[in-house]
């Protein structure tokens, strides 16, 4: 299947810490598993070429995934006010942020505590290949990341055995809060982004950053943003602005506003191209 390509960058939106299933080919494709398939993705001039496991509604799977009805120009358009950005803005254009499976960032995210990135591909793609389902695409095996059905009555030791270490309770404390209430991840739809966050934080073991990376990358709510060591040093460095979270907060919120999530993205973006 082909599709219009629109503003985007494959591998600077795959490869930019938001999702931990892809894989880029010898041909310079991408491989990338999603909540109920496996594509393969490769850009063609103005097109975006695609095979996938499983063609049923791939294209509006596809617009969503990627974000592709999202327009980031006008939003960049208004992120320019800013000097750093303004000045970096090239390296910027085509990346997005990923609309992915709500519930795999629910789980993945808290998996993420503490962790890098190889160690966290590492652990997800254990479970999936102890829960999830099975699918063989072009030669090869992969694995779904598990529905809440899969999982639901998984035990600590089981998790812990998968290496998540402290995080076994973290999971599954979440997993009880679904049980116990199965339209939560739904509900969070409904609410604004400081009242979503604090129903996330309402369960043991999410935390601020946590919570903010579930908003941003499972729900597309990009006035939302994880504050760690690096968004601290990065924005104190920059903007002469406290090293503090809440002072941190504060000015990411009055200078970007509802687009603030993103902000911070286009700055690790920037900062990680600037070492390369």
Request: neutral net charge; proline residues 1%; glycine residues 6%.
């Amino acid at each position: 299947m082909k599709i219009k390509k629109r503003n985007i960058n494959l591998y600077d939106t795959l490869f930019s810490g938001q999702c931990f299933r892809m894989t880029l080919e010898e041909d310079n494709s991408y491989t990338v598993i999603l909540s109920d398939r496996v594509i393969n993705i490769r850009e063609e001039g103005e097109y975006l070429e695609v095979s996938s496991s499983n063609y049923e509604f791939l294209e509006e799977v596809l617009l969503s995934y990627f974000d592709l009805m999202h327009d980031y120009d006008s939003i960049n358009n208004v992120l320019v006010k800013n000097k750093v950005i303004r000045d970096n803005i090239d390296k910027c254009k085509g990346y997005r942020i990923l609309r992915q499976d709500k519930f795999e960032m629910f789980i993945t995210y808290i998996i993420s505590q503490n962790n890098n990135v190889k160690r966290i591909t590492l652990i997800v793609n254990r479970l999936c290949e102890r829960f999830g389902k099975r699918v063989e695409f072009r030669g090869k095996v992969y694995y779904l990341f598990p529905t809440y059905s899969d999982i639901k009555d998984v035990s600590v030791s089981e998790l812990r055995n998968l290496g998540l270490g402290f995080r076994d309770e973290y999971v599954r404390n979440a997993l009880d809060k679904l049980g116990s209430d199965s339209l939560f991840l739904e509900r969070l739809d409904l609410l604004s982004t400081k009242d979503a966050l604090k129903e996330l934080m309402s369960i043991k073991g999410i935390g601020m950053k946590v919570a903010s990376c579930i908003l941003l990358f499972g729900y597309g709510r990009f006035d939302t943003f994880p504050i760690d060591t690096w968004v601290r040093q990065f924005v104190s460095k920059n903007f002469n602005v406290k090293d503090d979270v809440k002072a941190i907060s504060r000015y990411m919120e009055n200078e970007f506003g509802e687009y603030s999530g993103l902000a911070i993205q286009y700055f690790f973006h920037i900062e990680r191209n600037k070492k390369e």
